[in-house]
């Protein structure tokens, strides 16, 4: 461990340089984001020195509000993904927290779940960590994600360090920075626990895995997971960190990203592909035929795997995965709970469920990939998620069974779709609220269309083949709608039901469903 003894007579966010409207908008639900970086598109640079050291004394006072038994000096570890800004938004942390006496421990390239971990693990005994990240975002974007050892820090905590980010009371004094590698440390975490699940030394020996990173902070899996495992790994691509993203976006949900890994896979013979977010805080799969195991794949995979551990557990879905998960779970023993969308709605909702009620959560999911269990703090983690399949897969194997087995009974649609709808008016809200509530009347008077008898949020509606969502989007103007239908040709049936509707509404933008 490298120490520097640092001493800093005057905080560094004195002067107020920006005003608190370009704080709050940099607010992204339990997230912060903006722009860090000069880019072709001449967006304005709004995570500069003076925004991101306002948050740090916004954080600070956070800490000072909570009361909490902190170590004396409190302990704060900070780490980036890829992303070119990171280490200058990290450099301007630290000089703040530093200043107030905090030890900062800099753990270099990181991952989402790997940070929240250093609040858990005994060797780090940090009491905040902060993950520089901006997930799948452009390459310009960053952001921060704030943990305790009580989890992720929630919305109400985000808006609240953005209102108090000016001064502070907290006291000055002097503070030192260290160095750790925190990913080798996450990394044996994970090994430890494949080990003994598996009960072998190397429980992916024969198994050829492709890893591909998209230049993401996800490429230590190959090198610090899967081969001391025993892995076969040729063919891996995009591991090495490189914040403009050259290859393609480094997100699961991602068409180009996806057709990626399953080239990938196919062209080099493996037996399974892994495909991470930036952060690595999302996963999905994919078989050696080059199929895709994501969102509803994805979830049904995890639900058999958690279900064959605790039976009769509760899933936890968002508000859109298909009629044919419901059925699926339901035929493993499990009980299907839709909610609305948002990973941490999902995950709170887990949570919730496992405070309040007698039926017991042991898996909550989102179809981008977004996935926590129970027994792992209920972190949205994919690698976590990841090591959960491996040592699943590395248990099938030895009785015969196969993933594609395993997935053999999920009945999926014949037709999903995804529209994201514009609306041109300054009153987005109120004007798509206005929208969803005539479209539930006006949805009445066609036959056979209904009312979903449980609605978490938006409108669902039971078409003839199968159902569609509208919703208003968390954090943009628009309409979000998913559509599904068991027969083709279902979809665009609807639509033309829509199209006579939406033609009412002048500031919708009905481009994106031609």
Known sequence: MIQVEISIKQPVCQARRITMTTLLHLQNGTD????????????????????TQAIAVGFINWIAKMQTS?????????????RLSGSQLKEWL???FVSYGIHVID??????????????????????????????????????????????LEKHDIT????????????????????RNLI???????????KEETNRALPLKGVHIIVDAGNGAGGFFVEQILTPLGADTTGSQFLEPNGLFPNHIPNPENKDAMHSVSYAVTKHHADLGIIFDTDVDRAAIVLSDGKEVNRNRFIALLSAITLEEHPQSVIVTDSVTSSGLAEFIQAHGGIHHRFKRGYRNVINEGIRINRETDKPCYLAIETSGHGAMAENSFLDDGAYLVAKILISLSKWKQSGLTIEQILSSLKEPAEEK????????????????????????????HKNYSVAPKNYEGLKILTPTGWFLIRISLHEPLLVLNMESNTEGGIQKDLEILYKFFANYKYLNQNVLK
Do not use: C, W
């Open 70 to 82: 902190f170590h004396s000096p409190m302990t704060l570890s900070i780490g980036t993904d890829s």
């Open 184 to 194: 080798a440390d996450y990394s044996a975490h994970l090994i430890q626990k494949i």
């Open 160 to 179: 609240y360090i953005l209102n108090h980010s000016d001064t502070t009371s907290f006291p000055k004094g002097k503070s030192s920075i260290s160095k």
């Open 418 to 445: 995804e529209y994201r709808i514009p609306i041109l008016h300054k009153n987005f809200k109120d004007y798509a609220t206005a929208i969803l509530s005539d479209l539930q009347e006006y949805i009445l008077n």
């Open 94 to 96: 630290t000089e703040v």
């Open 32 to 51: 912060i984001r903006g722009i860090a970086l000069e880019n072709e598109h001449a967006l304005p640079i709004t995570l500069s020195k003076s925004s």
């Open 107 to 152: 753990v270099g390239l990181a991952t989402t779940p790997a940070m929240f971990m250093s609040t858990v693990f005994p060797s780090y005994q940090s009491d905040a960590a902060i993950m520089i990240t901006a997930s799948h975002l452009p390459y310009f974007y960053n952001g921060f994600k704030f943990f305790t050892k009580d989890g992720g």
